[in-house]
């Protein structure tokens, strides 16, 4: 039992780290940062920071 609340509660933490990446990432893109200056800080590729960029609506 108590395996599986530490295993929810790692992944609701990683959950929202991912979605506080994703506001940063958007956050470069409208400041008119490059993409592969972003994917370097973001420790992405390229094609996931467009994918990011295209669903906010920055790109």
Not at 21 to 47: C, F, P, Q, S
């Amino acid at each position: 039992m108590c395996e599986v609340i530490e295993r929810n509660r790692a992944e609701a933490r990683a959950e929202g780290r991912l979605e506080e990446r994703y506001e940063i990432v958007t956050d470069m893109l409208r400041d008119g940062m490059n993409i592969n200056t972003v994917a370097r800080i973001a420790k992405m590729t390229d094609e996931q920071v467009m994918a990011i960029g295209k669903k906010a609506a920055v790109l």
